[in-house]
């Protein structure tokens, strides 16, 4: 299979299975796309929109249409000369009856040959949860749903098995207690049975047993008058029904009880969703057996691995599957905090791309704006909190809520690896938990890789400014225990102690710290604090630094430098099936930045337009300040380029996706409302508020103006967007393209981003020879941007090794414009690319209607090329340009076309 030069993620489903995707191939190809990238495929919890919740990781999802479905699609895929990359969940599974590894567990608990493959505490201090399982799914309190009759005993007549049935819910029934059922049989030969299954609870072949004495049950159990007598037994007498729960592997509880008594690690807060032990080999082994064997027969040639901060070990387990791959492409989805690098011993491509796509959001975001919209969310939400400040609310927030049973379940361990020190045993538990909550709130990112070596020099560096934030929230008696902290939980390797107990404990403790930062920077940097604070909503998304509102392009160059040193191969992306706004989106709000005076302006004419729409609930007004600036911020950057205020239609349809969108904004901020507790007035309220501003008559004004505001913003948007395609197709890495977003994406969070796109729309526009001047009069019907991506990716096809290979080196810009323009070459054994695309130009656009700068805007602006590259005429999109005085005019090179790609004419001179 041929190198991977560009991606194309798409999201299988039942409503997109891999049959349907073989009629575009295609067209994929045309566009230049060499491999697919496909959703998670192994077989997931039936009906699931995404694959994220995988029950059995030894088939192909039924579904999609199972592993013949693979197979035709593969066979396309290589008539086309293209690859397959593959999504894989290495840490979690989606518990349920769907799941035959967890109801293994479920039903026999310890005795499972499944019981470790789950990250589950088996061992507890409470009776109640000693060798069981807590499954925190009732609706209410245990008792009451037992008393009311909710939990049931059912019977499969198929096998022989007993289960318990709640609502949707299916719970087997341990064998080893079926005696207790048949006790009440009027059956003499079931009763007889009875003593036969209670001695499976001390026979060593219990498993092999118990299936011969379910057969029996098959021919005894056939009349439905007797199986009726047994279930009514337990339906008539619940305290019948609690004694045989009691016998369980298991213990139902209310659902509010997980944050805080759950002995399973979950993925993030979900418990549909219970951790893997990938580190151990032969979960491992037991969980890829099937994937890689479709890579041993070449059905797939690369992996992307989800969550990998959740894993004990992400360098063990990243280094066990590329020799179990031999060496074939893996990336890892890996969120990249401020100055933080993806570790180089991984044997890894790189990551999935989010850096990047921060990288390039900074990019075109106008620092200079920063104080005025910042000034502007302050005095409308009156919410005075930097980023920072915000996010260590947030972190607060989950920590006492969210994640308040894991924090005291390792506060818990960490005591008892105190009490074996002489140094620390009168450490009291309470300073533990002080000092461990407040390193937990100070962390500044997901994670640390610490190991037996103790931790590298990034490591070090991140615990360094935790532990030193942490003690400003700390009194002085706490400090000694902080430090300890900072020696247990990596400082001191592992190596340095003596093999035994105290050494595994120690590794455990340090696996499961490092796992438990992970989803707590997560919930309340992604999942709340980017629905907290607004300052510039085009910052606030998944891998972003919401803090920084922009960078100058120097800080551009450095990064593809970097990149192209370290993992030149990593994926380059700018949308994506997590993203909380559409690539598009995100590149008109980013004119926000530019026009801070003006937003502001419009922001205060519109808080007095909306005052009749407004409505006061409990102690407030809904929305809040912050929630209605968030939503206007919102409305501009989603508008859909066709919609206009007398498009009573499409003002429905949009209104279905921002309501969608603004109840989930509001419940993950967890200020006036939350997912465990929704305050369903306020929710009401602010629907009707975007109600009256897209649908009703009294909000006209309102909707005009936004409407106006929102046509003005999207020439320099488009724009935008255009050069940000442009960069990610050009600069070091592989680009990653999002189903659907070779045409204008201003799509909204999940499951708004999912849809499944107008294949047959985009293929039909697809044309080898484009008009560009045609291309930038019509630019809002997306085929412009269409055209520069299948431009680009053909020239990746053209010269596969200057963009795998070849240098990256900053130009150098000069003139009155030269803030607003990036440019870059790319060179490799004497074939070279210039690149130049614009920045912050909204200023020089003025009125214009089209994402084009007016040639005269740019006045003395040029390129200085260097020497080797300053001579002859370079083919760009729309003609030749000659190299004057050693440069290129940006009045020339960018005076028919919005961006430009430009590379040396042919015929010879340069």
Known sequence: MADIRATLRLQFNRGFTLDDALPWLDYFSRLGISHLYASPLLAAQPGSSHGYDTVDPTRISDELGGEAALRRLVGGLRLHGMGLIVDTVANHMRIGDANPWWQDVLEWGLDSPYAHFFDIRWHSDDPLLDQQVLLPCLGGDYADELAAGSIRLD????????????????????????????????????RELSPR????????????????????????????????????????????????????????????????????????DINELV??????????????????????????????????????????????????????PLYVEKILGPSEALPGDWRVQGSTGYDFMNQVSLLQHDALGEPLLRNLWQEISNRRDSFAGELRLARERVLSSLFAGDVEGLAQQLWRIARHDLASRDMPLGSIRRALYQLLCAFPVYR??????????????????????????????????????????????????PPG???????????????????????????????????????????????????EPEEFHQACQERLRSFPQALLTTATHDHKRGEDCRARLAVLSESADWFAACAWEWWKLAAPLRKHVGQGVAPSGGDELILYQCLLGAWPLELVPDDTLGLQDYYQRLQQWQRKAIREAKLESDWS???????????????????????????QAIADAAQRLMPAGALNALAQGVL????????????????????????????????????????????????????????IKQAL?????????????????????????????????LAFARSYAGQHLLVVVPRCCASLLGTSPRPHVPPAAWGDTHLQLPSHLGAGRWQGLTGCHRVQNGGLRLADVLGDSPVNLLMPCAGGER
């Open 677 to 703: 507790a929704p305050a369903q007035a306020y929710e009401q309220a602010c629907a009707e508020f975007l109600a009256g501003i897209l649908l009703d008559d009294t909000g006209r004004p309102l909707l």
């Open 275 to 328: 951790g893997l032990r990938a580190e151990r080999p032969d979960v491992f082994r037991a969980s890829h057996a099937y994937l890689l064997g479709l890579m041993e027969q070449g059905l797939i040639d690369g992996l992307r691995i989800d969550h990998v901060d959740g894993l004990a070990d992400p360098r063990g387990y990243c280094r066990r599957l590329s020799r179990a791959t031999n060496g074939a």
């Open 448 to 497: 640390t890789y610490a190991g037996a070596l103790g931790r590298s020099e990034q490591d070090r560096r991140f615990m360094t400014q935790a532990i030193a934030e942490a003690e400003r929230h700390l009194e002085p008696v706490d400090l000694r225990t902080l430090h300890w902290l900072e020696r247990v939980l990596g400082g001191e390797p592992l190596c340095a102690l």
């Open 197 to 268: 299954f209670a001695e499976l609870h001390r026979h060593p072949q219990a498993r092999h047993l118990a299936q011969a004495l379910c057969r029996q049950l098959v021919a005894l159990l056939g009349d439905p008058a007797i199986r009726g007598i047994l279930l009514d037994t337990y339906r008539d007498d619940w305290h019948a029904l609690h004694r045989l729960l009691e016998q369980q592997h298991y213990r139902l509880a209310n659902w509010r009880v997980a944050a805080d008594d759950i002995n399973w690690r979950r993925f993030f």
């Open 728 to 783: 990610r197709n050009s600069v070091p890495g592989v680009p990653d393209l999002y189903q659907g977003c070779e045409f204008w994406d201003f799509s909204l969070v999940d499951p708004d981003n999912r849809r499944v796109p107008d294949y047959a729309a985009r293929e039909a526009t697809l044309t080898r020879d484009p008009d560009w001047p045609e291309l930038l009069r019509t630019w809002r019907d997306g085929r």
């Open 155 to 190: 019977y499969q007549a198929e096998d022989g098995r007993f289960l318990l049935r709640y609502g949707e819910h299916r719970f087997p029934v341990c064998p080893a207690s079926f005696g207790m059922i048949l006790s009440h049989s009027p059956l003499a030969a079931l």
């Open 789 to 821: 991506l299948a431009h680009t990716l053909g020239l990746r096809r053209q010269w596969p090794t200057l963009f795998s290979q070849g240098d990256y080196l900053p130009l150098v810009v000069r003139g009155e414009q030269a803030r607003r323009v």
């Open 501 to 551: 107990p105290l050494r595994r404990l120690r590794q455990h403790v340090l696996a499961r710290f490092q796992q438990l930062t992970s989803p707590i920077a997560a919930k309340a940097l992604e999942d709340t604090a980017c629905y907290r604070s607004a300052v510039a909503l085009g910052r606030n998304d998944v891998g972003f630094d919401p803090g920084r509102l922009g960078c």
